[in-house]
């Protein structure tokens, strides 16, 4: 297939399109800056902007959509233009050029509305409920995809949950830098049984729903490596690959959540240079159970994760030692 890919300059995008590549398809990806994945073709921009997207979908046979405005805060018009009107803009676009599949790329954020999701499947997106204007434009992101989903046109939502892996900067940077600094505290001393999903599996699977998006249509679809742990664990795991001392001391949840809010209210007035330390949505995600039935996306999808989060936290240690 001729296969679109949005957002390739990013981790998974990257990983996403690397392995599209691989699988013999051919690669156009769309995003601001270039991909760097070798066989490829770069189209350079934004998926807000129409004769760009027009000219990027033209004769290709499925979507792969990524890009996203990802952040803990920031301004929510950004969010709606890019999250929302981007996949509009994208879905029309692809519509018209004849495409047959399209798999929008989401997240369980979409339906974690701050209470505990234990052995759940990938329930309906509720934008009405969804924290956080990230979680609640990617919810409308989804509907208005699946929406779309036809006869000609096989729509997928996939939602991949905490990715990672060697390389990563939005997630095991700042886990590596905040602990390195002290300042990475556990939530009711990390306890709460989360899942997460080695980066190689992450890809793997969204290949997986383009290609079977004829039968697969329709739904959304969770992703992770199966191996749910309690978050705890896995920031020490990666700590240790790191080389850097785990977290060691504890915040009631329900302070860090009271944090969270207060730091929200000041970031909106006047907005840090990185990323908020708290957000009441990072405190539910580091106190609260989510962890995901796999079931139905392993036999959907007909996929399973390769990579281990053992061997993936063996890989992210090698990494380290050769950095």
Same mark, same amino acid.
């Given at each position: 297939?001729?296969?679109?890919?949005?957002?390739? *300059?990013?981790?998974?995008?990257?990983?996403?399109?690397?392995?599209?590549?691989?699988?013999?398809?051919?690669?156009?990806?769309?995003?601001?800056?270039?991909?760097?994945?070798?066989?490829?073709?770069?189209?350079?921009? *934004?998926?807000?902007?129409?004769?760009?997207? !027009?000219?990027?979908?033209?004769?290709?046979?499925?979507?792969?959509?990524?890009?996203?405005?990802? *952040?803990?805060?920031?301004?929510?018009?950004?969010?709606?233009?890019?999250?929302?009107?981007?996949?509009?803009?994208?879905?029309? !676009?692809?519509?018209?050029?004849?495409?047959?599949?399209?798999?929008?790329?989401?997240?369980?954020?979409?339906?974690?509305?701050?209470?505990?999701? /234990?052995?759940?499947?990938?329930?309906?997106?509720?934008?009405?409920?969804?924290?956080?204007?990230?979680?609640?434009?990617?919810?409308?992101?989804?509907?208005?995809?699946?929406?779309?989903?036809?006869?000609?046109?096989?729509?997928?939502?996939?939602?991949?949950?905490?990715?990672?892996?060697?390389?990563?900067?939005?997630?095991?940077?700042?886990?590596?830098?905040?602990?390195?600094?002290?300042?990475?505290?556990?939530?009711?001393?990390?306890?709460?049984?989360?899942?997460?999903?080695?980066?190689?599996?992450? !890809?793997?699977?969204?290949?997986?729903?383009?290609?079977?998006?004829?039968?697969?249509?329709?739904?959304?679809?969770?992703?992770?490596?199966?191996?749910?742990?309690?978050?705890?664990?896995?920031? !020490?795991?990666?700590?240790?690959?790191?080389?850097?001392?785990?977290?060691?001391?504890?915040?009631?949840?329900?302070?860090?959540?009271?944090?969270?809010?207060?730091?929200?209210?000041?970031?909106?007035?006047?907005?840090? *240079?990185?990323?908020?330390?708290?957000?009441?949505?990072?405190?539910?995600?580091? /106190?609260?159970?989510?962890?995901?039935?796999?079931?139905?996306?392993?036999?959907?999808?007909?996929?399973?994760?390769?990579? /281990?989060?053992?061997?993936?936290?063996?890989?992210?240690?090698?990494?380290?030692?050769?950095?």
């Amino acid at each position: 297939m001729i296969v679109l890919v949005t957002g390739a *300059s990013g981790f998974l995008g990257r990983a996403v399109a690397a392995e599209l590549v691989a699988a013999g398809h051919q690669v156009r990806t769309l995003q601001r800056r270039p991909s760097g994945v070798h066989g490829v073709t770069d189209v350079l921009g *934004s998926v807000t902007d129409v004769s760009l997207v !027009a000219r990027a979908v033209d004769g290709v046979d499925g979507v792969v959509h990524l890009a996203a405005k990802v *952040s803990l805060a920031g301004d929510p018009r950004e969010f709606h233009t890019v999250n929302v009107g981007g996949t509009r803009l994208l879905i029309d !676009a692809a519509e018209r050029a004849g495409a047959t599949r399209f798999v929008q790329v989401s997240s369980p954020s979409v339906a974690h509305a701050g209470s505990a999701l /234990s052995g759940v499947g990938a329930e309906p997106a509720d934008p009405e409920n969804a924290h956080g204007d990230y979680a609640r434009t990617k919810a409308e992101g989804e509907l208005l995809a699946l929406a779309r989903d036809s006869a000609s046109l096989h729509v997928v939502a996939v939602r991949p949950h905490l990715v990672w892996g060697p390389g990563d900067t939005q997630l095991v940077e700042r886990i590596v830098d905040r602990a390195r600094r002290g300042r990475l505290p556990l939530l009711d001393g990390g306890t709460a049984l989360i899942d997460s999903t080695y980066v190689d599996n992450a !890809a793997t699977g969204i290949v997986a729903a383009l290609h079977r998006a004829d039968t697969a249509h329709g739904n959304a679809y969770v992703i992770t490596n199966g191996e749910p742990r309690p978050v705890g664990d896995l920031l !020490a795991g990666i700590c240790l690959a790191a080389g850097v001392t785990p977290p060691r001391w504890s915040v009631p949840a329900g302070l860090a959540r009271a944090a969270g809010s207060a730091i929200e209210r000041v970031w909106a007035i006047r907005p840090g *240079s990185d990323e908020p330390p708290m957000t009441r949505f990072l405190a539910e995600q580091l /106190s609260t159970a989510h962890w995901f039935d796999q079931r139905a996306t392993r036999r959907d999808l007909d996929w399973t994760p390769t990579v /281990s989060l053992d061997e993936g936290l063996r890989r992210l240690a090698a990494h380290y030692r050769e950095a």
